[in-house]
């Protein structure tokens, strides 16, 4: 009878605290407490342990056994804590040594066989362990998840390069510890980019201005709205949005793998690389699109981090959703706070909206197919409210195409614009580090520096539409993402940023100034 120490992790959004599973046996009267604000699915780790030593041959100490799942004021969930608590146990009665203990950490949820099966979120705990510099023990069901972490070890973060171990029964590891059979290590997974077929581009015919915009967007890592009628390419526009963008730096991938570990999702393949796409329903809930839920879940917003969301007929989303998309916009993050637990989420995403001019689609239609009265159309555009428009950095209208007229273009296929737009993304990120969508406005006021034709026309244009200052900024890093794309269409990459002058102001307040509540615009 004695005291043992085991190491594991908790899962709290996309970070894993270090929780240590003590385990004390005595004498007296048969008993079992476990402490350390266990939930239901960690309090019934005393029958699933119970019932896996049993059957593994080993002894269920007889006298007053106290597990501690500390910190004491971290709330425990989810069945990961099978393994430490049973191998706590049986170094705690002798059944096994104690020393090998100190240099691990474990996971894994246990059958009433003795198999250890696998546990979500596991991969932000293995990230966390490597920098631990201790070996982490998985079931083999989460060899992908290990594998992502034994490949990026050494390379991000300054993490140590680490050798996991896999298991699959109880009896495994027992015997490993005892030196009497040895673990397999865990192969690295291949991170090479898998390029996915997206949709080309040139498929869509017309439209050459909202592809310009979708470029743009593309190019600066900007927020889209596509407004037209029905047929007219808005949904298959935003579907092309992904085939330009390049794909995922392995730091961008890693943050976006942590978030589908937490999930519950598959993080590793040969997707790995490559940008989310995600389109939620507009019957989805705030907590589905913002994520929540008694366990606090990640939702889409953050699912779709480092990628694509698209929200189509945005208009039908309730009205309490998409005011729920402000604060994740504006901050890249989000805090999902329930009475027992508070997660946060990364969400820097880019958001590319659709939406039809009025109720019935065909406002402004030349075929005057539109029966709605003024009023109908604006309580219809005013159900997106100001403040969430402004967050919304091109406003493009697509009007209806008719696909027997003789001058309509195909336009650049989406390779040529994935070069341009992975070359303008270089250019950023040498000069600033990031996107310009994500300017901070110290960064804003050192570039985007405006010439005297530019600085009068975007001032004409701010009192006349009655522009807040978030949408004139907005406007800025538009123009700048414009000239970058001038500078790398000339081949001039690393040129200087010239002042913006009154032509790319002038652009630039064309793909974004739309008067949502003027029904004859």
């Known amino acids: 009878m004695g005291l043992a120490i085991v190491r594991t992790r908790a899962q709290v959004g996309v970070s894993s605290p270090e929780v240590t599973v003590e385990a004390h046996a005595a004498g007296g009267l048969p008993g079992f407490t476990l402490v350390g604000l266990p939930a239901a699915a960690v309090r019934e780790a005393r029958d699933r342990v119970r019932a896996a030593l049993s059957t593994c041959g080993f002894d269920w100490p007889a006298g007053r056994i106290t597990v501690h799942l500390g910190p004491a004021d971290l709330p425990k969930q989810g069945g990961r804590f099978d393994l430490p608590i049973a191998i706590a146990l049986l170094a705690a009665t002798g059944q096994l040594p104690a020393r090998p203990l100190d240099a691990l950490e474990l996971y894994g949820e246990l059958g009433l066989d003795g198999r250890v099966l696998g546990t979500p979120g596991l991969l932000p705990a293995l990230l966390t362990a490597n920098g631990a510099a ?27 390069a680490c050798a996991p171990r896999l298991i699959g029964h109880l009896r495994e ?79 961008e991938a890693l943050e976006l793998a942590a978030v589908r570990s937490a999930a519950g999702l598959a993080c590793a393949g040969e997707g790995f690389l490559n940008r989310p796409w995600r389109a939620p329903h507009h019957s989805a809930s705030v907590v589905a699109l913002v994520g929540g839920g008694g366990t606090a ?54 958001l590319v909206a659709a939406m039809n001019p009025c109720p019935c689609g065909y406002h402004g239609d030349p075929g005057g ?26 406003h493009v209208e697509m009007p209806r195409i008719d696909l ?52 009068r026309v975007l001032q004409r244009a701010a009192s006349r539409r009655q522009l807040s200052g978030r949408a004139q900024a907005r406007i800025l890093r538009l123009a700048l993402t414009m000239a970058d794309l001038a500078a790398v269409t000339d081949d001039r990459d690393d040129a200087p940023t010239a002042p913006l002058g009154e032509r790319i102001i002038a652009g630039a307040l064309a793909l974004r100034c739309l008067d949502r509540d003027d029904p004859s615009h």
């Open 134 to 160: 201790r070996t982490a023990v998985v079931p083999r069901e989460n060899a992908a998840e290990a594998g992502i972490a034994v490949a990026v070890s050494g390379t991000v973060s300054g993490a140590p």
């Open 173 to 251: 590891l027992c015997d490993w510890l005892r030196r009497r059979a040895e673990l397999p290590p865990v192969p690295p997974a291949a991170l090479e980019p898998i390029p996915r077929a997206w949709p080309e581009l040139a498929d869509v015919l017309g439209q050459a201005q909202a592809k310009r915009a979708l470029e743009v967007a593309a190019a600066g890592g900007h927020n889209l709205l596509l407004i037209g009628p029905p047929g007219s390419g808005k949904s298959m526009l935003a579907a092309r949005l992904p085939g330009v963008l390049p794909p995922l730096e392995l730091a």
């Open 297 to 350: 879940r990640p939702g889409e917003v953050s699912l779709a981090h480092h990628g694509v969301l698209f929200l189509d007929e945005l208009p039908e989303f309730r009205r309490s959703v998409l005011e729920a998309l402000r604060e994740p916009l504006e901050n890249g993050a989000i805090t999902v706070a329930r009475a027992m637990r508070q997660a946060e989420y990364p969400t820097r995403f880019q």
């Open 369 to 394: 197919r539109c029966r709605c009265s003024r009023e109908q159309v604006r309580r219809y555009r005013a159900r997106i409210s100001g403040p969430l428009l402004d967050r919304i950095d091109l």
């Open 404 to 455: 027997h007229h003789a001058g309509l273009s195909q336009g650049a296929a989406t390779a040529e614009v994935a070069r341009r737009v992975a070359r303008c993304q270089a250019r950023q990120r040498r000069r600033q580090g990031g996107s310009n969508a994500g300017l901070a406005p110290s960064q804003l006021a050192e570039l985007a520096v405006l010439d005297n034709a530019g600085r």
